[in-house]
């Protein structure tokens, strides 16, 4: 053993250094850079009149309920006396709030995955069945899912499901931005195709903040000016813009750090933790080791000397 | 040296003739030179990289109140792409423009017509595909659902298909029409009863002559002169009861303008009659109708009929004073007596019709003292030719002859 005191304070003080510095670096500049040819959804909340068509499309495209489900069921609204969550036999689900105005119009949501730019379901994941497609969806390796649930805890906006009912092959459910749908030539999610307002807009992310803009632009007065999802969470693929302030829509309010830069923080730390601990420990054995040798060597020269 | 000078030559060359070439494929639309820049670009300063531009040029929207008059229009429009799911969607084209003349005119769905032309159809610009090339323009079916709902959402909080798509008979649900709605429906589509009014007595607002009254009996017209809604609310707006909270602004209207829903049939520049509707408080109300004034006394037969029955059309025509006005085909050989409510015996039955109608005048009562002798006490009606029935026309309630 040649390390010397010189040697451990160096190595100590390196690995200070890189525990501090590190994670702010991580959190300063996103894993991640936005895409332009990211593809995303819009939602205009103020085009929705509540049909809930796309409940019905989704469930059809995702085969999750019946293959002759009748369209007409859909028609009931009765379904909006009470706040609704995804699950996993509906990856959408519309919710309808008090009108904007007095007298106007309910205001019905449309709720489902919000496709983050920096997804925390997939950066919760330990075993990366979460994965951000090149062309912006979020979708999931049912194969290689642990079945932990980490990614429920981790979702800001509460909407991976568990098929809790399947006791064999649970497996977690969301909206897949209809990936395999979206992935044919001229494809483009089943509820934005079959809105009859048009209220669901499919293309880039870009043209679709761009478009949400123009919007707000050519009827001022109609939206609140905020897109939601452009910077929210450091952003997410499906934006919506509005007529009622957000937070009275049930969309929670989220600062713009993306959730992976939150746990980044201490998962950056982990490996230099597990160099930097044992690198110490071992400095103050052979701190202490080197000290006894010089101990019982004095010892020795004294007893030589006695 | 001298190759070298050709060949920039012909580059210069070209390269003019290529310039000049484009210069002319581009030229700008005469229309556009006098349009101000605002109309199209949004910002003061476009630049290429920046244009901002409308979304819509809305161009000569405005204009398409002046070019296109609300006679010219469609009445009714059907709206039939999804044939084959629903029935077509009867659109009251007349009376959205009606509601449409109260805002901003055609333009509120006409929203853009070139110049010069009749309003395209939403389907040249719209596409049919939900994969929009252009996701600042909707799709067709976008297009429609926001023209409609945009407002009926907010009159009737109602968003199920069924309520403009009748849905194909056989997947037809309960109280759902399934039948194709026709022009004479008040809205095209079946309209809900309204409760009629019997008599509606006005005040007029702005009063020519103090105390006076207007007499309007809206049940006669309905039932006995057998006039449809449509007949006389031609100009009437639908938000006249479909908006009753809003205060509707009175419009000041010309004498002519205020007889119009009358003066289709009525002759209201008569100044005699005037006292067939005015009347003053104290005075006497003016009596319904008489077929009798027409110098044409209805029989007991034809008292029952509506009006329809003989006078086809709206408004209703002098018909001669002949039978055969109305009974066209009527024939001695063919007729059969039991339509009047009295049927021939045998001993009747081959008479000829001026024996017992001296002179052929039907409306008058018969006489039988052609055949038979006054002492013997016949005479109709104590004494019938034969026995009494219902008359066929009142079973139904249909024209006894043509």
Not at chain 2, 204 to 212: A, H, I, W
Request: with cysteine; charged share 30%; glycine share 6%.
């Amino acid at each position: 053993m040649n390390t010397n005191r010189r040697g451990f304070l160096k190595i100590a003080a390196t690995a200070g250094v890189a525990a501090v510095a590190g994670p702010s670096d991580a959190r300063a500049a996103p894993v991640r850079r936005i895409s332009d040819d990211w593809l995303g959804m819009l939602t205009d909340i103020s085009l929705c009149i509540g049909c809930r068509k796309c409940e019905w499309a989704c469930r059809k495209a995702n085969e999750l309920g019946p293959p002759d489900e009748p369209i007409q069921d859909y028609e009931d609204m009765s379904v909006f006396k009470h706040h609704r969550r995804t699950d996993a036999k509906n990856y959408t689900v519309v919710n309808r709030y008090p009108p904007a105005t007095p007298g106007g119009n309910p205001v019905d949501v449309k709720k489902q995955c919000m496709h983050c730019n920096e997804p925390a379901c997939a950066s919760a994941c330990l075993v990366a069945a979460f994965r951000k497609t090149p062309e912006a969806p979020v979708i999931y390796n049912e194969s290689v899912c642990i079945g932990c649930r980490y990614c429920m805890v981790a979702c800001p906006f509460t909407i991976p499901a568990y098929s809790y009912d399947d006791p064999f092959t649970p497996a977690i459910k969301k909206c897949t931005m209809c990936f395999d749908r979206i992935s044919k030539e001229g494809g483009i999610p089943a509820c934005a195709e079959i809105c009859p307002e048009g209220a669901i807009s499919f293309g880039k992310r870009k043209d679709l903040i761009a478009l949400a803009r123009d919007k707000m632009r050519d009827k001022p007065g109609r939206y609140v000016d905020h897109i939601y999802g452009e910077h929210e969470v450091g952003g997410t693929c499906w934006l919506y813009i509005s007529p009622k302030p957000f937070a009275e829509l049930g969309f929670p309010e989220l600062d713009t750090i993306p959730r992976p830069a939150l746990t980044k923080t201490f998962l950056s730390a982990v490996p230099l933790v597990l160099i930097a601990w044992p690198a110490l420990l071992m400095g103050a054995h052979a701190f202490t080791r080197r000290q006894e040798e010089l101990g019982k060597d004095d010892k020795a020269k004294h007893s030589e000397k006695d | 040296m001298p190759r070298l000078f050709i060949a920039m030559l012909t580059i210069l060359l070209g390269a003019a003739v290529a310039e000049s070439a484009r210069g002319q494929d581009k030229k700008m639309p005469l229309a556009m030179e006098e349009l101000p820049c605002t109309f199209c670009h949004l910002c003061e300063n476009p630049t290429p990289r920046y244009l901002c531009l409308r979304r819509c040029p809305r161009t000569s929207a405005a204009s398409i109140d002046r070019k296109m008059s609300l006679k010219r229009g469609p009445d009714l429009v059907y709206l039939d792409e999804l044939e084959n799911l629903y029935l077509p969607v009867p659109f009251d084209h007349k009376g959205h423009a009606e509601m449409a003349k109260m805002t901003e005119g055609c333009a509120v769905c006409h929203h853009y017509t070139p110049e010069g032309a009749a309003h395209p159809a939403c389907i040249s610009c719209h596409e049919v595909s939900p994969k929009q090339r252009d996701m600042r323009k909707p799709s067709l079916k976008a297009a429609y659902h926001r023209q409609c709902m945009s407002c009926h959402r907010e009159w009737s909080h109602e968003t199920a298909c069924g309520v403009c798509h009748p849905p194909k008979a056989g997947g037809a649900k309960s109280g759902v029409a399934s039948r194709r709605p026709t022009k004479d429906d008040i809205v095209g589509k079946m309209h809900p009863p309204i409760p009629e009014p019997h008599t509606e007595i006005y005040e007029p607002r702005s009063k020519p002559v103090p105390g006076e009254k207007i007499i309007f009996r809206h049940k006669e017209h309905i039932h006995r002169f057998g006039l449809k809604c449509v007949d006389c609310h031609r100009e009437d707006s639908c938000s006249r009861c479909h908006e009753k909270g809003k205060e509707h602004k009175q419009q000041t209207r010309t004498l002519a303008e205020h007889h119009k829903p009358c003066s289709t049939c009525h002759n209201v520049d008569d100044k005699n009659a005037c006292d067939r509707c005015h009347w003053k408080e104290g005075e006497s109300k003016p009596k319904p109708f008489d077929h009798a004034s027409t110098g044409w006394p209805l029989s007991k037969q034809h008292v029952e009929l509506g009006c329809r029955a003989c006078h086809k059309r709206v408004p209703f025509h002098k018909l001669a004073r002949k039978c055969d006005a109305c009974h066209g085909d009527w024939k001695p050989d063919t007729f059969d007596h039991a339509v009047t409510g009295q049927v021939l015996d045998e001993n009747h039955e081959e008479a000829d019709c001026a024996n017992c109608h001296a002179n052929r005048k039907f409306d008058a009562p018969p006489k039988c003292d052609e055949c038979h002798d006054e002492d013997d006490g016949i005479a109709f009606p104590a004494k019938r030719p034969g026995p009494e029935v219902i008359p066929s026309h009142r079973k139904n309630d249909k024209s006894t002859g043509g």
